[in-house]
């Protein structure tokens, strides 16, 4: 998928397959609603993806989101059904795209899929930032939060994601609603997590919105059809309707980063399902 906003040239980029509990994936919605829409394997998981999104003006190249990255425990492999290798690094070389030629890394947040990529063991165990000369831009909120060593929140933050960040000075914190770079604008929403952040792409009418795991896929457009892994899910749902609803009046594109199938779509207000994809975009 490849989309034109402005000077903004977007494109998808592959982050890793993975299968998710279909319970955890659609929270308090009845197995008997979601299935209709998602079909469970036999373990009761969905399919699901890491949608990255590589954006560049002609002066910076931004990759927002890694997906879950190399280092997974074999546990975690097994469970999610994780792809071996390095999905995102080969999906950017797909496209002419060294890890050293990245600038900024932007991230939604900080949970294994997303941060994951951002950083690679190497063969003597160092653990470095996969695009070395890139700064790594997070909502102050989301680091604090994630290395704060709450027992809580115990698992949702491997700290092998995070480290190598600090210690090799790639980390920029930043704090609040934010034009990081022309037209690409940070907004914090919270809700999924207490930091989690959307990206606006904008140039004059155009938009397009990485809503991330606000709404992370075409099957989450209902307001009330929200994670089980949302610290606020009250929030989550507020904030998603606001955003998808501004989405739908200006015809900007919605990017998701976990549909299965849809890379983008683009969605309209319905007085019976809330919003429709009146048309959307594949990943090639
Ligand atoms: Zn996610």
Same mark, same amino acid.
């Not at 997070?138 to 994630?146: I, L, N, P």
């Not at 994601?161 to 600090?166: I, M, S």
């Not at 930043?174 to 959307?198: A, C, K, R, S, V």
């Not at 795991?213 to 309707?241: G, N, Q, Y």
């Given at each position: 998928?490849?989309?034109?906003?402005?000077?903004?040239?977007?494109?998808?980029?592959?982050?890793?397959?993975?299968?998710?509990?279909?319970?955890?994936?659609?929270?308090?919605?009845?197995?008997?609603?979601?299935?209709?829409?998602?079909?469970?394997?036999?373990?009761?998981?969905?399919?699901?993806?890491?949608?990255?999104?590589?954006?560049?003006?002609?002066?910076?190249?931004?990759?927002?989101?890694?997906?879950?990255?190399?280092?997974?425990?074999?546990?975690?492999?097994?469970?999610?059904?994780?792809?071996?290798?390095?999905?995102?690094?080969?999906?950017?070389?797909?496209?002419?795209?060294?890890?050293?030629?990245?600038?900024?890394?932007?991230?939604?947040?900080?949970?294994?899929?997303?941060?994951?990529?951002?950083?690679?063991?190497?063969?003597?165990?160092?653990?470095? &930032?996969?695009?070395?000369? #890139? $700064?790594?831009?997070?909502?102050?909120?989301?680091?604090? +939060?994630? !290395?704060?060593?709450?027992? =809580?929140?115990?698992?949702?933050?491997?700290?092998?994601?995070?480290?190598?960040?600090?210690?090799?000075?790639?980390?920029?914190?930043?704090?609040?609603?934010?034009?990081?770079?022309?037209?690409?604008?940070?907004?914090?929403?919270?809700?999924?997590?207490?930091?989690?952040?959307?990206?606006?792409?904008?140039?004059?009418?155009?938009?397009?919105?990485?809503?991330?795991?606000?709404?992370?896929?075409?099957?989450?457009?209902?307001?009330?059809?929200?994670?089980?892994?949302?610290?606020?899910?009250?929030?989550?749902?507020?904030?998603?309707?606001?955003?998808?609803?501004?989405?739908?009046?200006?015809?900007?594109?919605?990017?998701?980063?976990?549909? &299965?199938?849809?890379?983008? #779509? $683009?969605?309209?207000?319905?007085?019976?399902?809330?919003? +429709?994809? !009146?048309?959307?975009?594949? =990943?090639?």
């Amino acid at each position: 998928m490849t989309l034109e906003i402005g000077p903004w040239r977007l494109e998808s980029v592959h982050g890793g397959r993975f299968w998710s509990d279909g319970g955890a994936m659609f929270g308090v919605v009845p197995r008997a609603l979601w299935s209709r829409r998602v079909q469970p394997d036999e373990k009761n998981r969905i399919p699901s993806r890491c949608h990255c999104l590589l954006a560049q003006d002609g002066t910076h190249t931004v990759l927002i989101d890694t997906g879950y990255g190399p280092k997974c425990s074999p546990r975690m492999k097994e469970l999610f059904s994780l792809e071996e290798g390095n999905p995102l690094l080969e999906s950017l070389s797909q496209k002419g795209v060294e890890p050293e030629q990245i600038t900024h890394v932007v991230l939604t947040h900080l949970h294994f899929d997303h941060a994951g990529g951002g950083t690679l063991r190497r063969e003597d165990g160092s653990l470095v &930032p996969t695009f070395p000369k #890139a $700064r790594y831009v997070v909502q102050k909120a989301e680091w604090q +939060v994630a !290395t704060s060593g709450a027992p =809580e929140l115990a698992g949702a933050y491997p700290q092998e994601n995070l480290t190598p960040l600090e210690q090799h000075g790639v980390l920029e914190l930043i704090d609040g609603p934010l034009e990081y770079l022309p037209g690409l604008w940070l907004f914090p929403t919270g809700g999924h997590t207490q930091g989690h952040q959307l990206v606006l792409i904008s140039s004059g009418d155009q938009g397009a919105l990485y809503p991330a795991d606000i709404c992370p896929s075409s099957a989450h457009l209902p307001t009330m059809w929200c994670m089980a892994f949302d610290t606020e899910v009250v929030v989550t749902r507020r904030v998603k309707h606001h955003w998808l609803t501004l989405a739908a009046q200006r015809g900007w594109w919605v990017i998701w980063d976990h549909d &299965p199938q849809q890379a983008a #779509a $683009r969605i309209r207000t319905d007085a019976k399902s809330e919003f +429709v994809v !009146t048309e959307h975009r594949s =990943e090639v």
